[in-house]
């Protein structure tokens, strides 16, 4: 019990991709907040950490089979550095390329038809779009500059890059906490239409997959370099 306190919660979910779900569960940040042990993550969160360990027994090791993500994550610590980058990039810097600009275009939709009723929807419409610009201007920078740099082994300018690349992350993870927040964990209201419905999952997908995508950089591609 008191080593798995002292670990840090990025260790943790690199170690133990099923045990993500209780961390989302709980709303401990295991991405941009990795660094902080178990411990000190409950105690900022008011959590009792017996609770937590608790669950963490309950989990099976392939407890989160049926997430893709998590079976990947759990791989992730094995694939070389190169390897890594171009799964990063395939797969979750493709579903934002995907997924932002559809939510862009629905929150506006919900925004405009559903915002005198819920004016949550305008906090969280506004949060989106500086997430969106911010990540857009973050993937361009990662392909065509970051992760050649890394690829090419130029150490003296790397660190730079992962100093700012984990900026990036922190500054997004309080948008999505903010947005989270706003939402009630994106529970759709009683009187909301498909489209508000379809909102709330794309904003809750993409919430989830960048979580993973940051995960995988901060706590494994940043460490394995």
């Known amino acids: ?79 070389n550095v190169d390897f890594l980058i171009d799964y990063i990039v395939n797969i979750h810097h493709t579903f934002l390329r995907v997924r932002l600009p559809e939510a862009e275009e629905y929150t506006e939709k919900i925004n405009r038809v559903h915002g005198e009723r819920h004016p949550e929807i305008i906090k969280i419409r506004g949060l989106f779009l500086k ?10 920078k990662e392909e065509k500059e970051f992760f050649p740099l890394i690829k090419n082994m130029k150490a003296s300018e790397i660190q730079k890059e992962i100093n700012d690349a984990e900026r990036d992350h922190e500054y997004v993870g309080h948008i999505l906490k903010e947005m989270h ?17 379809h909102t709330y999952g794309l904003l809750r997908d993409i919430a989830d997959d960048i979580m993973i995508h940051v995960h995988l950089e901060n706590n494994i591609l940043f460490k394995k370099i």
């Open 1 to 79: 019990m008191n080593t798995l306190l002292l670990k840090s919660v990025g260790e943790i979910a690199s170690e133990s991709p099923e045990k993500i779900e209780i961390f989302k569960k709980y709303n401990i940040d295991f991405c941009c907040g990795g660094n902080k042990t178990l411990k000190e993550a409950c105690e900022e969160s008011g959590i009792d950490a017996t609770l937590i360990a608790g669950e963490f027994n309950a989990v099976s090791e392939y407890g989160g089979g049926k997430n893709k993500n998590y079976i990947f994550s759990r791989k992730a610590n094995d694939w």
């Open 131 to 140: 997430m969106y610009q911010a990540l857009t201007v973050h993937l361009d």
């Open 181 to 197: 927040a706003l939402s009630s964990g994106y529970s759709v209201p009683k009187d909301a239409c498909a489209s508000y419905s």
